[in-house]
């Protein structure tokens, strides 16, 4: 039973009178969309890609284009079309997929220096709880870090140093296997030695094979004054080290700053709360609190208001970057006695004689009033 072919400009979606610009990327297209490599085991996607390329193989082939458009299949039986495709006559079709799926591998040498290229080692990321006083006054911290280092007796081999290496059978040394796709021949990295050209065949006895070992690494860390919940503090090359000789990575020191009782961090400011009773808010006082920077007279102006707030310069946090400090506010709560003794309610009842009844409702303030306006 024959099965028909499709003609080859609708393979391609292309009209007949197209260029062969237009007919390369046409191909580039179906190429990216149905290579093998892009769908494992879809042999759908491969039998479409065969057939994007045999009708690229012929279309892109002056003569054989020539003649395909005036006898069709029958004219280039005998050639790449007819039922026995070898993919003779290929143009470079490195210069064509190269670009889209980096297969510069496929089409020459390199690939095994690729695969065996320094690699830089993995980042690592290590959590540090320090305290709030700690963070506006910074210190140094002593931190163990579990890592990989390299096993001194194997130097990451992973066999041992005379003759624990042998050249891999299956690739014969070469780290790469050579599989045929239609009329590809694809380069891939060797699964039994990983693409190194040789495998294990004494497993090193420091580190069993592995070639690296875990161990506890004691590093310093110094924590500038300033520094806050979430900050990341990078130390050089503490990480993991590299692959085949690339560089290792680094370590990065994540800190949690533990919240205060008393101050609350907004930026570079620092917030505190001190509750004063009415006389004190009435007539104004001193009052005395302990800050970061020891113990500071706080002025309550006469006739302050409950939640008001009274800024002391520079007494905040440390600015990470050049120099200077945040500020601390302190928060006014005025304080009312829920009880009185009978000396004080005397007194109170004489005030309230003494001031002026206000009892109407308030104008609504600015911000209330457009509140209701959007409403």
Not at 10 to 36: I, M, N, S, T
Not at 119 to 138: A, C, K, N, P, T
Not at 212 to 240: F, M
């Amino acid at each position: 039973m024959s099965v028909t072919k499709r003609d080859y400009y609708e393979v391609l979606g292309v009209e007949r009178g197209c260029d062969d610009q237009a007919l390369k990327g046409a191909y580039r297209k179906l190429a990216l969309q149905f290579h093998p490599d892009r769908n494992p085991g879809d042999h759908t996607a491969e039998e479409k890609f065969k057939e994007a390329a045999e009708a690229y193989s012929v279309l892109s082939d002056p003569q054989k284009r020539a003649a395909y458009d005036r006898f069709g299949h029958q004219g280039i039986s005998s050639g790449a079309g007819a039922g026995g495709f070898d993919g003779a006559g290929f143009p470079d079709l490195g210069d064509i997929l190269s670009d889209v799926f980096g297969f510069s591998d496929m089409f020459g040498g390199g690939s095994r220096q690729r695969r065996n290229r320094a690699q830089r080692g993995e980042d690592l990321r290590y959590d540090l709880e320090i305290s709030f006083e700690d963070s506006m006054r910074g210190f140094s911290a002593d931190i163990q870090v579990p890592r990989l280092e390299e096993c001194t007796r194997c130097h990451g081999k992973g066999a041992e140093p005379d003759d624990g290496l042998t050249t891999c059978p299956t690739c014969r040394g070469r780290g790469e296997v050579i599989y045929q796709q239609a009329f590809l021949s694809v380069r891939r990295s060797c699964t039994q030695c990983g693409g190194r050209g040789q495998i294990i065949r004494r497993p090193c006895k420091e580190c069993r094979g592995e070639g690296y070992l875990r161990r506890e690494r004691k590093l310093k860390v110094n924590i500038p004054a300033g520094v806050d919940n979430g900050t990341q503090l990078r130390l050089s090359q503490e990480g993991q080290p590299g692959v085949n000789g690339g560089p290792t990575g680094d370590l990065f020191v994540v800190l949690k700053v533990a919240e205060h009782p008393i101050f609350e961090r907004h930026e570079f400011d620092l917030h505190c709360t001190v509750p004063i009773n009415i006389a004190q808010a009435a007539l104004g006082a001193s009052i005395d609190i302990l800050t970061f920077d020891g113990l500071q007279t706080v002025k309550i102006p006469e006739g302050t208001q409950p939640e008001q707030q009274i800024k002391l310069k520079g007494l905040g946090v440390p600015h990470l970057q050049g120099s200077g400090r945040g500020d601390l506010f302190v928060h006014v709560d005025v304080r009312v006695p829920g009880k009185l003794t009978r000396d004080q309610r005397k007194l109170f009842e004489q005030l309230r004689d003494l001031l002026p009844a206000e009892n109407e409702p308030s104008e609504k303030g600015i911000f209330d009033k457009v509140k209701d306006y959007f409403m």
